[in-house]
């Protein structure tokens, strides 16, 4: 475990984590169901006023907090190039649903050392849910260890899935989903890929599968599966870190069976 420098105020960063995004699930639900300024990023992106807000609130904090890390956020992308201990943060995951007003979106911060995730949160601020990890130390749902689940069997499997903004990669997803219904036992279309994660981590989605991810969608949730015992790779079967845009995370086994029918071989280098 990396010993990790403490916040100005002398709190851990954790803590720092954990009531950064608290915090932004207020501002969040402030809004929620009420009119809202939306812009199209691109084709079904959308960004609101509340990402904005919660961003805003998150940012400032962190860096008063931490005036030396460094910040990979989604709206602003405040450095794209990161260095020594940086904050990766998504202020709202699920803006469609959000939008639509659906309650099911969530806040991710995750801290990263180079390619390192050293701890990770994710918080449903619907459900008070706060999923959070530090490497080495298991992963958790509010006070309560979690594990991933024990399912062996993709026939018996609830499988989560999202399609993301790009039209070839969606296109790619739905050929999977065509190729799996009937082989498991149903398909969830999450609409929000941070807490399908997260679902994944505490057993309640047995395994989740995306083509088209940016890494404040899953740094945070890389390593809440890892300490709850599953797996995240590529489609290749390559373990994932937060630069990939394409995952599939589950428990091992039945991460062997989804490759073995489903993966792609190793392109030749």
Partial sequence: MTNLPSANSGKSALEIAITAVEEAGRILLA???SKIQVKHKSKGNLVTDADILSEKFILEFLQDEYPDFDILSEES?????LSGFAWIVDPLDGTNNYTFGIPFFCINIALVKDRDILLGV?????????????????????????QVSKESSLQSSLVGLDLGYSQERGEEMLQVANRLWGQVHCLRAMGSSSLGLAYVACGRVNLYLHRYLFPWDIASGLLLIREAGGEVTDWQGRP??????????SNSQLHREFLAQFGQKQKPE
């Fill in 77 to 81: 992308n405040s450095s794209t190039s």
């Fill in 240 to 249: 994932a870190n937060f630069r990939d845009t394409e995952i599939i995370a």
């Fill in 122 to 146: 994710t918080y449903d601020p619907v459900r008070k849910e706060l999923f959070h990890a530090e490497i080495g130390r298991g992963a958790y749902l509010n006070e309560s260890q979690i």
């Fill in 31 to 33: 809004h929620f169901g």
